[in-house]
Structure formats: C-alpha cells, structure tokens
C-alpha cells in the first residue's frame, strides 16, 4: 500500500511575538496562509519493521534526522498501531531553513497520509496534538488555508478565505536558523509591535487593503537580510499590494491583485535569484493525491 501526499508551503502575513516563556519558547501571534508551493511525500508499507526516509535533495537530513521519520514515529506511538515497516520518500522543491516550515510540511504530511494509509481515524484535533509534539510550525501544517496561530503555534483558529491574488516568494541564496533568530529576539532592546486586532477584523470583513496594510514580521526587525530591500524594491515596482519577509526568513513574498503584474515581477526577480515561485493561496496544508 502507498500514497502521495501534496506538504504546501506556509507564508506569514503577521508574525509577532508577544513574549518569551519561562520554558524559554516564545508566545506567538501569526496569521499564516498555505500556498500552493510543496513537497511530494510518498509513505510506502513495508515488511521490513523500520521507517526509512530518503529525500531528493541531499542537503536535508536521510533517516532519523529527517522530521517525517519523527512524524511517523509519533504516529505510531500516539495511535498504539505497530508499524509493519514504512518508506518514506520526499521529492523536496520548497527550499528548506527558508521561513516556509518546509520540513514541517513534510512532518504533517506523514501525520495525514499515515491516518488515511492505517485507517487510523484521527481528527483535525488530534492532527494537531500530535504535531505539536514534532515542532511548532506541524499543527497549522496538517489543517493549513488561512489560519490564526497562538502561545508557541500550537493553539489554533480557522480563518474565513481571503480573495488574494498571486503571490510571489523569493528565497535569498542565504539560509536563516530559525533558533537564532528567536535567540535574536531574546536579545533586542526595542521591539515594535502590531496592530494584531486590526488585522483580524481587516480577515473578517474581507478587507484586502486593510489586511496588505497591516501584513508585517518582527523578525524583520532584527535579522538581516541584505536582498531584502531589493527584492520588495522589484515587488513594489510591479504593484504588489504588499511584501514582507516569511517566518524568521530569508524567504520575502509579494501578493499581487493582478496576475500579470506578479509574472512581471517574478521574471524581474529570476534575473538575480534562483528561487522565485509563482503560486496561490490553498485551502489546506496537506493534501492526498
Ligand atoms: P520554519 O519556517 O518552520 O522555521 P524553515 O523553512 O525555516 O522552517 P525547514 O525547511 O523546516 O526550515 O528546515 C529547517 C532544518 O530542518 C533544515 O535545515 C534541515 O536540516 C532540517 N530538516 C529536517 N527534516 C527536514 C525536511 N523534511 N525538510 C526540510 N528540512 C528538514
């Protein structure tokens, strides 16, 4: 038995953080989107009683380190099923520490296509327990579309759809530590802060111009990205309604009204940067072909 599973990206139209907990994690706001760049993940049963994970890019940890052995690993333990054997092969095309919860996508992936492939049963409530025990970013990946994520991305809340257009991500030839970059926040003097309420009614009442506005990331003001500016620069020449940077970077999307204006600017960019991704807004994080 197999089956393939679409792992989309996630962008984020508001990260702040609002605090760091005694634990040392981080109480978060984020509004964040799944779009429709992704990872392939393929889950084949086996009789041979281990998980095996291999990925077609040689950068990102085979086996054990890989966040879809631990995914499947704590679907096992967490449903009590016993694992006959399982191989795992990720065909990876969203760039990895990119701010895109790449490997996330992947971990929740496993978490959905393992419930479907073991007729396992669990709810979107349980998806979410159990990706939260993998890593902060699972949670929204399993259930994804538009969604508010609270405390350390574990606490959730659906979002009606917004009518975005396209949306442009560029990720900078340089690669981000999502731990350091929390470290940076630990260490700031000033941060600015975000009007978080603002955002949620501009969602509400479909307010596009009020959403642009409002999108915005905290990383950005401590993590440097030199390609930033310049990539915003081309985004904004092209008429993007708003750019920011994703997660704790390097990634920068741009979301575009109109479609040509976004191939415009996705040309513009490709001239400099290897990765540009043109792509729309998804409903869902995970999705079984
Ligand atoms: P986030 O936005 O959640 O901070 P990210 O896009 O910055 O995520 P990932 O793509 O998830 O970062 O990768 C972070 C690190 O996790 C990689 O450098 C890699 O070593 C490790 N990793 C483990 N499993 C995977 C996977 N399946 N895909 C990508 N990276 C993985």
Do not use: W
């Not at 086996?63 to 009590?80: M, R, S």
């Amino acid at each position: 038995m197999s089956l393939t599973v679409k792992a989309y990206a996630k962008l984020n139209l508001m990260l702040d953080i609002l605090s760091t907990l005694p634990n040392g994690y981080h109480d978060l706001f984020m509004v964040m989107q799944s779009v429709s760049l992704h990872d392939l993940v393929t889950l084949k049963q086996n009789a041979f009683g281990d998980i095996a994970v291999t990925c077609s890019d040689s950068a990102i940890p085979q086996g054990e380190g890989n966040l879809a052995h631990k995914a499947a690993q704590v679907f096992f333990d967490g449903t009590g099923l016993s694992c006959p054997g399982l191989s795992i092969h990720i065909e990876k095309h969203i760039p990895h520490a990119a701010g895109l919860a790449g490997g996330s996508a992947d971990a929740a992936a496993v978490l959905v296509g393992l419930n479907r492939l073991f007729d396992a049963g669990l709810s979107d409530r349980d998806l979410v327990r159990l990706g939260a025990a993998i890593g902060s970013d699972v949670p929204f990946c399993a259930l994804g579309g538009l969604m508010l994520a609270q405390y350390t991305g574990t606490v959730l809340s659906y979002l009606p759809p917004l009518p975005f257009g396209k949306i442009v991500v560029v990720k900078p030839d340089c690669a981000v530590s999502t731990g350091e970059a929390y470290r940076a926040f630990d260490t700031a003097e000033r941060i600015r802060h975000f009007d978080r309420a603002g955002m949620l009614a501009g969602i509400m009442q479909g307010d596009m111009d009020g959403v642009c506005r409002r999108i915005d990331n905290v990383f950005e003001q401590f993590i440097d990205v030199p390609e930033r500016v310049v990539i915003k620069g081309v985004m904004r020449r092209h008429f993007a309604q708003s750019a920011c940077m994703s997660g704790s970077g390097p990634s920068v999307f741009g979301i575009f009204e109109n479609e040509a204006d976004a191939e415009e600017a996705a040309r513009e960019l490709r001239r400099s940067f290897k990765n540009v991704f043109l792509c729309d807004c998804v409903d869902k994080g995970c999705e079984i072909v």
